[in-house]
């Protein structure tokens, strides 16, 4: 597991599989709607910080939706 840090944890990767990568994300206090894309792990119940993630199987599917998650945990730690 790879931590990306800010003040705290605010996305990790993880390898799943051998073909396969989860970019998780700290989203605890994201209020909007999650795209289908985007998986509850079920973190908050459990207090862990990562509470979503994105299965990726290839550098093609790290896209203009993937940046945009990164950069909203990132700016969620801030607070």
Same mark, same amino acid.
Not at 16 to 36: C, E, Q, S, V, W
Not at 52 to 72: C, G, P, Y
């Given at each position: &597991? ?11 990767? %993880?390898?799943?599989?051998?073909? !396969? +990568?989860? =970019? ?9 709607? &999650?795209?289908?894309r985007i998986i509850d792990t079920?973190?908050?119940?459990? %207090?862990?910080?990562?509470?979503? !993630? +994105?299965? =990726? ?18 700016g969620l730690d801030a607070k």
């Open positions: &597991m790879v931590p990306l840090n800010r003040e705290h944890v605010f996305a990790q990767i %993880k390898p799943t599989t051998n073909t !396969r +990568i989860d =970019l998780g994300f700290a989203l605890t206090h994201y209020k909007g709607k &999650m795209p289908k079920g973190g908050l119940a459990e %207090k862990d910080r990562i509470t979503h !993630r +994105i299965e =990726l199987n290839s550098v093609n599917e790290i896209d203009a939706e993937v940046k945009k998650w990164l950069r909203t945990a990132y």
